[in-house]
């Protein structure tokens, strides 16, 4: 039997990239699913996913940082399945915020970052989670960053990305916080922290789109990041909780052996390990 047969799930900013990776995913393992994005492209999404998979896949245009566009999405998951045992807090957004910018950028840059990448996490879970008590091996997974993992890599949190970092930082809390207190219900909760993955917005950095050779070569691919998923969630009620997942460019994507206490959210396996240079 598939892995999510009978099971339904959400996926924030499935329009492109990781998020309709992560749907693609989960609606192959049988899976039905409410996928948003602010994108209308999420509709014809949802539409060939769900011919090519034959489950029920609803596409909503949403904005995950508005709390009526959140409450929509996850009432339309409940009232089409009845419940919630997936849950992908995969939209997010960037811009380049140096801390010298201008102050009024700088604000405005901040509402924008944090009200998707933090807020909308909140809102969505808060949301979610109701309808995910008592469901057999419910998971969230917050999507983050290889920066917040900083016992695996140096020369992360690069200036003008700080805006976008302290967002990732902050979900460590999220991903800890709830980890610990939603294991009473069953619920886990993981991140998955990917370096670069070729999406839009990795292309978005570079002139027109194109990669450039030394990156095109060994970038991660969005499935990839979709597979780690599903292990996590193939791991079972008793799998890991509470772990940030990192996954490097040029190293083999494996979920890894579950991380003690110390090194769940910083990426340290040992005592002893050290930050390589
Ligand atoms: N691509 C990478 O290299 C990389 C690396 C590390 C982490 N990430 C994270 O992965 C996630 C997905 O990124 P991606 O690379 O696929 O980006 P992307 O920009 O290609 O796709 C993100 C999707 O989210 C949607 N979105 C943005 N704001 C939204 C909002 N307020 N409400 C609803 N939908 C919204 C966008 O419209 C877009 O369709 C993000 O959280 C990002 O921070 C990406």
Known sequence: MS???GKSGIVSGAAQGLGSAFAHALAAEGADLVIFDVKAEVESVAESLAAETGREVIGLVGDVSQRADVERVVATAIERFGGIEVLVNNAGTW???PVDSPWQQAVADWDFIMDTNLKGVLMLSRACVPHMRGRSNANIINVSTYYVLPARSSGTNQPHTDLYNASKWALNGFTDAWAGHLA??????NALCMGATDTPMLRNLFEGGRLPPELADVVMQPEQMA????????EGPEGRSGENIGAW???SVELGP???????????????????D
């Open 3 to 5: 892995l999510l047969a």
């Open 95 to 97: 811009r380049d915020t």
């Open 184 to 189: 009473a219900d069953g619920i886990r909760v």
């Open 227 to 234: 597979a780690l998923m599903l292990d996590i969630i193939r």
């Open 249 to 251: 460019v040029g190293e």
């Open 258 to 276: 579950r991380k003690p206490v110390y090194g769940r959210i910083t990426g340290f396996n040992q005592r002893q390990e050290r930050p390589r």
